[in-house]
């Protein structure tokens, strides 16, 4: 008997637990709130007075983005599309996919379902919404889908890798702060945009080429942090691929107010960059090689004076930090 109890109580439990649906993952659903503009369009459009609000819920479960979209300043008899556009990463242009706006209207609201093999790029902020005119037929106005901030900062990126000074200056308000970086580091920050422009002219400089390649993005309110790879002449006269900063940059308006850039001392190349600059400079001042305190990469002597060599000068775009930081990847 106490055998076939064990038995049956057995066989009960095999039965209940096959029997047991497993619980049903959730549906994780990410939202956007974008605005159009004519300076995010590739070249930008500066002579059309139309943007446009949308608002995306996009929804893994079922692949399906539902939207609301607006236009304003454009007569409706102008317009001709609004979509979602694939794909397209910030400064690229691509044919649309998704429709969201018909001809001569100014409000829609649906749903979309979105192609698998297209969430990659969606969810990357790989994709873009663009509102089409009469006047302008490729794009009057678009917002790529992912936060404003973080769009911002790319778009100022590829201006500062194609050596562009004044469409960089475009993103900074005029009293705007900068603490860290070139110029901008040690105990001369940057106050004002026309100091930061100095900076971001020698960044620019043919005796610098300062180019940079975000590898991460974290955002809290309208601040963002960046981690990026800093390639200039001086590190190729090193013979070193690239050193790591992080960039905090605070936004008003759709303008950067505030700007803290710090090296990340943590990482070996960045320590090898920072111990070939020390040594030169050392071997140049005749003086005794000292580590950096600062974060300024031995930039700045203790009076706050900068003893720049001239392949130097000008490329110190990133290494004029506030503080010494350690990096753990995350992504947003």
């Known amino acids: 008997m106490r055998r076939t109890l064990i038995l049956l109580a057995m066989a009960a439990a095999i039965f209940a637990f096959q029997g047991t649906p497993p619980h049903p993952a959730q549906a994780i659903t990410t939202t956007w709130d974008l605005r159009l503009t004519g300076l995010q369009e590739n070249p930008p459009v500066l002579d059309d007075a139309a943007w446009a609000t949308a608002q995306l819920s996009f929804d893994d479960a079922t692949r399906t983005v539902t939207y609301t979209i607006n236009v304003f300043g454009v007569a409706p008899e102008l317009v001709t599309a609004a979509h979602i556009h694939f794909i397209g990463a910030v400064g690229v242009n691509t044919n649309p996919k998704y429709p969201l706006l018909a001809k001569g209207m100014l ?12 969430v990659p790029a969606l969810l990357a902020g790989d994709m873009y919404v663009n509102m089409h005119t009469l006047d302008h037929p490729l794009g009057a106005a678009r ?45 001369t920050p ?49 013979g070193i691929d690239r050193f790591l900063q992080t960039t905090v940059t605070t936004y008003a308006g759709g303008l950067i107010i505030r700007r803290d850039i710090a090296n990340v001392l943590t990482d070996p190349k960045t320590q090898e960059f920072i111990a070939f ?44 930090g506030t503080a010494a930081v350690a990096y753990a990847r995350r992504r947003v």
């Open 107 to 118: 409000n829609a609201s649906g749903k979309v379902t979105i192609d698998a093999s297209d």
């Open 190 to 238: 940057c106050l004002g945009k026309a100091a930061i422009q100095r900076q971001v002219e020698n960044a620019a400089s043919p005796g610098a080429r300062v180019t940079l390649t975000t590898i991460d993005f974290q955002i809290s309110g309208n601040t963002l942090t960046t981690v990026d790879e800093i390639r200039t002449n001086a590190t190729r006269t090193a």
């Open 143 to 187: 917002a790529q889908i992912e936060p404003l901030i973080k769009t911002l900062y790319r778009m100022e990126v590829n201006a500062l890798n194609k050596f562009d000074v004044a469409s960089r200056m475009a993103f900074y308000a005029d009293n705007a702060q900068q603490y860290g970086g070139g110029l901008c580091g040690g105990a």
């Open 277 to 320: 600059q020390a040594a030169q400079q050392a071997a140049q001042a005749g003086a005794p090689i000292r580590p950096p305190a600062t974060g300024d990469a031995g930039l700045a002597s203790g009076n706050g004076s900068s003893l720049l060599l001239p392949v130097l000068a000008l490329t110190m775009l990133s290494l004029g």
